[in-house]
């Protein structure tokens, strides 16, 4: 084990990591060889490379933004049916599979646990999870089918995820049979130095690699081969945390079918045309999210001959992938965005330091980043109070908060 670490040195001083070297020496045996296995997955380089973007201004002005088509759910008229029944036979002939990812740390909401775990105060106190699941077995009912859930963790929630579906036996749902769960990647965090942090664990601390991890860490865990094998071709992913979430959609399903795209989106309208979300576009020519604070004023409020904005298509984290896109997506890498968070870290001489203000970095992939990959996309608007209720913050910042949530839930499934 020692000739390991012997061998690393080099790498270690030639990243200026080298206080990683004098960290494994404190290390008993045990955390010594956990340690070394996260140094020999440690991208160097990469994280260097992160490092010396933490700093810089990296909006590209010489992209070249424009309005993707899309099309409204409730105008499609005649279609509706025929769309419907092209994704129903898919369906009913086993072709779908979903996905959640459950990976997030869910900071915001500040809830102790998976953000899954989280009961949105229902009379019934189901968890977000069990809202799922009961949705999922609903649509396997209506047709007739299984339909395969996977799960996207985080090494950090992993073990705390499958506690709660294994003490609530899976709600009904087969383990390795029918639900599957998988963990994402990560990467280590830094300080405003670009020096490795040291969790309190004693080992480097490292942080899930976003939604965007989902593409690669389905590919890597085996997922998507376990998918061919079950004969999906197709693959919802969405989030934990929008209890109105639609997975089995077969209006989506027929349109990506019958246009034959390999990703079809859903969107909600924009409730204001500043409200700050992401809204999908085309950049370069090609299908992609752009962030409210990277187009202008003007663009934001911009409409078409009907009176429709131009750029008002929010991105819901509602996406339809084919397996062979999934593949395709997980095969080169993204971006990474930089978030300054506060982190809890060990300093050099074995303190636990807990900042009051942000102190480090974490790096973060956008599912959304890998849209660019296809030529072309399908999206669908949907109506907001049919699909979207997320739970993101808690209840003092008054939207996309547990109350919301509850009364859109509420008001959907007629429960007042
Ligand atoms: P958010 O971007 O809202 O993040 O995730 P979050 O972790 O839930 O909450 P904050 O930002 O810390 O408050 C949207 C969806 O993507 C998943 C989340 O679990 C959620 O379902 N996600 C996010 C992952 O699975 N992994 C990640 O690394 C990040």
């Known amino acids: 084990m020692d000739n390991k670490i012997d061998e690393i040195q080099g790498t270690l001083k030639k990243y200026g990591q080298e206080h990683l070297i004098k960290q494994y020496e404190k290390l008993n045996e045990e955390k010594r060889k956990l340690f070394l296995e996260q140094l020999e997955s440690v991208d160097f380089e990469l994280i260097q490379n992160l490092y010396n973007t933490?700093?810089?201004?990296?909006?590209?002005?010489?992209?070249?933004?424009?309005?993707?088509e899309y099309l409204d759910k409730y105008k499609l008229y005649d279609e509706y049916k025929r769309y419907e029944n092209i994704g129903i036979k898919a369906i009913k002939e086993g072709k779908l599979a979903v996905v959640t990812m459950a990976g997030?740390?869910?900071?915001?909401?500040?809830?102790?646990?998976?953000?899954?775990?989280?009961?949105?105060?229902?009379?019934?106190?189901?968890?977000?999870?069990?809202?799922?699941?009961?949705?999922?077995?609903?649509?396997?009912k209506k047709y007739n089918v299984i339909i395969p859930w996977f799960i996207m963790t985080s090494r950090e929630n992993n073990k705390d995820t499958i506690n709660f579906f294994e003490k609530r036996k899976y709600f009904g749902h087969q383990k390795d049979k029918n639900i599957f769960f998988f963990v994402q990647g990560e990467l280590p965090m830094i300080d405003t130095e670009g020096k490795i942090l040291i969790g309190e664990d004693g080992l480097i601390k490292v942080a899930a690699d976003g939604h965007g991890g989902i593409y690669e860490s389905l590919v890597k865990r085996g997922m998507t081969q376990k998918m061919r094998q079950m004969g999906i071709e197709w693959v919802f992913i969405g989030g934990v945390d929008n209890c109105l979430v639609k997975m089995v959609d077969p209006v989506l399903m027929g349109v990506a079918i019958d246009k034959e795209v390999t990703v079809a989106c859903k969107s909600v309208v924009k409730a204001n045309p500043h409200e700050n979300v992401g809204v999908f576009c085309k950049k370069n020519g090609r299908p992609n999210v752009i962030e409210y604070s990277e187009i202008t004023e003007e663009m934001a409020e911009?409409?078409?001959?009907?009176?429709?904005?131009?750029y008002g298509e929010s991105h819901i984290l509602?996406?339809?992938?084919?397996?062979?896109?999934?593949?395709?997506?997980?095969?080169?890498?993204l971006p990474y965005h930089i978030a300054h968070k506060k982190a809890k870290y060990i300093d050099k001489d074995g303190n636990l330091i807990v900042p009051d203000s942000p102190n480090a970095?974490?790096?973060?992939?956008?599912?959304?980043?890998?849209?660019?990959?296809?030529?072309?996309?399908?999206?669908?608007?949907?109506?907001?109070?049919e699909e979207f209720a997320p739970v993101k913050n808690s209840d003092e910042a008054g939207v996309d908060c547990p109350k919301t949530a509850r009364e859109l839930y509420k008001r959907f499934h007629n429960l007042d």
């Open 54 to 68: 933490t700093n810089k201004e990296k909006k590209n002005n010489k992209d070249e933004i424009t309005p993707i």
């Open 302 to 310: 911009a409409t078409d001959e009907d009176g429709e904005l131009l």
């Open 104 to 140: 997030g740390q869910g900071t915001r909401l500040g809830h102790n646990g998976p953000k899954g775990t989280y009961d949105i105060g229902l009379d019934s106190h189901k968890s977000l999870f069990e809202l799922l699941s009961d949705y999922i077995k609903e649509q396997e």
């Open 361 to 385: 970095y974490k790096f973060e992939a956008f599912l959304f980043d890998a849209f660019g990959e296809v030529d072309e996309m399908a999206i669908l608007r949907v109506k907001r109070e």
């Open 318 to 333: 509602c996406n339809l992938f084919s397996v062979e896109a999934i593949e395709r997506m997980g095969a080169n890498p």
